[in-house]
T-cell receptor, first 113, second 113 residues
Framework: EDQVTQSPEALRLQEGESSSLNCSYT??????LFWYRQDPGKGPEFLFTLYSAGEEKEKERLKATLTKKESFLHITAPKPEDSATYLC??????????????FGKGTKLSVKP | DTGVSQDPRHKITKRGQNVTFRCDPISEHNRLYWYRQTLGQGPEFLTYFQNEAQLEKSRLLSDRFSAERPKGSFSTLEIQRTEQGDSAMYLCASSQSSTGELFFGEGSRLTVL
């Protein structure tokens, strides 16, 4: 069964304290792995797409990496405005739906000033 | 504002009533998706359209749920005979292709009393 597991469930950091969020996945042929950010009461906002192991993407203080079994979202010198829930999702390739992104439960990040 | 818009943002209803949500996607996007999200969980896929054709429905979408996208523009999601378990955030998203880069609306929160 295709599934996505994110850890930790919650992460509290001090401003400037770098860390990483983990997303491990089991999927029948990975078409793509996606990171989204979700603020309270809002819909998810797309951040990155990763397609193959070894690929990396960067945006401001965020860097996403991908291996054959997991992805990491590295946050360098976070600021309070980075506080949000970060969602990881996968799209299956073999026998999977083109519409069905399988989401993890997310990691709730809090950055204190 | 050229993003995905959803209406209403909040709906409180009594068990057994019918409710309808509307989604207006980004105008040039041909794909439209409905997801459901409950507290502490990631979004769960319900259904998606390519233009006016409904291409896939999740097994989560019981017979009480129906979605339409007449003329391939806006979409409606109707829930008949609502149950307390239907309480959730209903998220609409659109995309221009079959990738997982989805643009989400802010959601319609349903509370069934």
């Amino acid at each position: 069964e295709d599934q996505v597991t994110q850890s930790p469930e919650a992460l509290r950091l001090q401003e400037g304290e770098s860390s990483s969020l983990n997303c491990s996945y089991t999927v029948s042929g990975l078409r793509g792995l996606f990171w989204y950010r979700q603020d309270p009461g809002k819909g998810p906002e797309f951040l990155f797409t990763l397609y193959s192991a070894g690929e990396e993407k960067e945006k401001e203080r965020l860097k996403a990496t991908l291996t054959k079994k997991e992805s990491f979202l590295h946050i360098t010198a976070p600021k309070p405005e980075d506080s949000a829930t970060y969602l990881c999702a996968v799209q299956a390739g073999y026998g999977g739906s083109q519409g069905n992104l399988i989401f993890g439960k997310g990691t709730k990040l809090s950055v204190k000033p | 504002d050229t993003g995905v818009s959803q209406d209403p943002r909040h709906k409180i209803t009594k068990r057994g009533q019918n409710v309808t949500f509307r989604c207006d996607p980004i105008s040039e996007h041909n794909r439209l998706y409905w997801y459901r999200q409950t507290l502490g969980q990631g979004p769960e896929f319900l259904t998606y359209f390519q233009n006016e054709a409904q291409l896939e429905k999740s097994r989560l979408l019981s017979d009480r749920f129906s979605a339409e996208r007449p003329k391939g523009s806006f979409s409606t999601l109707e829930i008949q005979r609502t149950e307390q378990g239907d309480s959730a955030m209903y998220l609409c998203a659109s995309s221009q292709s079959s990738t997982g880069e989805l643009f989400f609306g802010e959601g319609s929160r349903l509370t069934v009393l």
